[in-house]
């Protein structure tokens, strides 16, 4: 693996941030399209962005530190080094993202469910390219595979001891998300907004429930009778996702004219 991928003098580039950066910068310009669509201005992503990224990342990293405190408990300072060991609760940077986007709806006197359907696809792009941070950095692995494209991973940091050849769960997750992208783009003039944020919701949470799989037990943790808390978390944002979408749905038909000719056959 290539946790670090250049020094410039004593300064480590590390592979992890590096593609979480990248994963935003691509993200806001694909937002930008959107916000195009939506007819918002185009500043709206970059300021949405930053409120975003700052919650997102500070609730991620807290939930995966609280997750596995047994991990810091005896050096809590390691909590801050995010940047070096990577480390982010996804489930945790959305719910950090939700209501970073709420208040700045609240804020800018914005539609939430606009600025959510616009950042729909951003999310699926980013959380794909910085799978690829997790592949590099050689966390989120999977169970060991025969299969030709087993990857071997170092057990701890600047370990020589790796594993077995295992499934490079980080690129199903990238693979999955980009088709996940895909999805979105295809069908983004749903009729009701925040339908097509309720949709990735929903499908990120059966790519992660799926991809948990492979990596119960060894990079996800098992919560309980073989569901791991990712699992459990997916299902509950996925029924909330679930219900979200049709009730939009309905509300949107509530509002549309009752005395519309009806569309020739």
């Not at 940047?83 to 959305?94: M, N």
């Not at 025969?146 to 769960?169: C, K, M, N």
């Not at 943790?221 to 699992?231: M, N, P």
Request: proline residues 6%; contains cysteine.
């Amino acid at each position: 693996m290539f946790p670090i991928l250049f020094r410039i003098g004593p300064i480590a580039v590390h592979s992890y941030g590096t593609l979480l950066m990248l994963g935003f910068i691509a993200g806001i310009l694909l937002a930008r399209r959107e916000a195009r669509r939506l007819h918002l201005s185009q500043d709206i992503p970059l300021d949405l962005g930053i409120w975003v990224l700052i919650a997102g990342v500070l609730c991620a990293r807290g939930l995966f530190v609280a997750l596995n405190w047994a991990d810091y408990a005896a050096r809590p300072a390691q909590a801050l080094y995010l940047w070096r060991e990577g480390g982010l609760s996804f489930h945790g940077g959305l719910l950090g993202g939700v209501l970073a986007g709420l208040l700045f709806s609240r804020r800018r006197g914005l539609p939430f469910w606009t600025l959510a359907d616009m950042a729909a696809p951003a999310l699926a792009l980013g959380y794909g390219i910085a799978r690829f941070g997790c592949l590099l950095n050689g966390c989120c692995y999977g169970a060991p595979t025969d299969l030709p494209w087993g990857v071997r991973f170092a057990l701890f940091p600047d370990s020589a001891i790796t594993t077995e050849p295992s499934h490079p769960t980080q690129l199903y997750s990238a693979l999955g998300s980009f088709a996940i992208l895909g999805i979105l783009i295809s069908l983004r003039r749903l009729p009701a907004r925040g339908q097509l944020f309720a949709l990735y919701l929903m499908l990120y949470s059966i790519l992660r429930s799926a991809v948990e799989v492979l990596r119960k037990g060894y990079t996800a943790h098992v919560l309980f009778d073989g569901i791991t808390e990712a699992q459990t978390a997916s299902a509950v944002i996925f029924a909330a996702a679930l219900g979200a979408f049709f009730l939009l749905n309905r509300r949107a038909g509530d509002r549309m004219p009752s005395n519309l000719p009806e569309a020739p056959p």
